[in-house]
């Protein structure tokens, strides 16, 4: 049943996408690499309550940045960013002689809103949702939960040419939104096609 759920909700996000794609002229599709440092909150695992040690994330996304209206202001343009991502997240600790590992694969869809500053300074916030894959494994014992996921993140970046930018950001991660919820501090790179 929940494949299923999964399957029309893709095949409808595609479908609205690409309609998207085809009214705009002025986009340009774009791949983009991030990664960074990971906190995560307390989590349960074989009957404990853990505090992991700082982490790490790397993420792939592919989408397609459109321009939105200017407000009447065409020195500061707005462009929407639509975009798949996935990546893998890890953490882990060490308590009382057992180690504890946690591990995250999102499947993610996005929108973020850019505000151009200067001609090539901006800063960006988004939302997304989707698809978390999380195992949390300590004294052999290893629990699984795939669940939706949310996020919302915000930073700055710098457009080095027409099609590369560099960004820093903060991203919070939550599946179903509750505990354990991730906080990443991240850099990445825009290329635009």
């Given at each position: 049943m929940?494949k299923k ?31 960074g440092?990971m ?15 700082a982490?790490?994330?790397v ?7 459109m ?15 639509l ?5 893998y ?9 057992t ?6 694969v ?8 850019d505000?151009?500053?200067?001609q ?6 988004g939302?997304g949702?989707?698809?978390s ?13 795939n669940n ?8 700055a970046?710098?457009k080095?040419t ?9 991203r ?8 354990p ?9 825009v290329m635009r096609?």
């Amino acid at each position: 049943m929940n494949k299923k759920i999964i399957a029309w909700c893709s095949f409808g996000l595609i479908a609205s996408l690409t309609s998207a794609f085809a009214s705009f002229e002025e986009g340009n599709f774009y791949v983009a690499a991030r990664g960074g440092a990971m906190w995560i909150d307390s989590i349960s695992v074989a009957g404990g309550k853990f505090t992991p040690d700082a982490g790490y994330s790397v993420t792939g996304a592919v989408g397609y940045e459109m321009p939105l209206p200017d407000l009447g202001n065409p020195d500061h343009p707005i462009r929407l960013r639509l975009e798949i991502e996935s990546g893998y997240a890890n953490s882990s600790t060490t308590v009382n002689g057992t180690s504890v590992n946690i591990d995250f694969v999102p499947v993610m869809a996005n929108a973020i809103i850019d505000y151009y500053i200067t001609q090539n300074i901006y800063v960006y916030a988004g939302i997304g949702g989707g698809l978390s894959i999380q195992n949390a494994s300590a004294l052999g014992y290893s629990e699984n939960h795939n669940n939706y996921a949310v996020q919302a993140r915000g930073g700055a970046g710098y457009k080095i040419t027409e099609t590369i930018s560099l960004e820093a950001g903060y991203r919070i991660f939550s599946q179903k939104f509750q505990s354990p919820v991730a906080q990443m501090f991240e850099a990445g790179i825009v290329m635009r096609f």
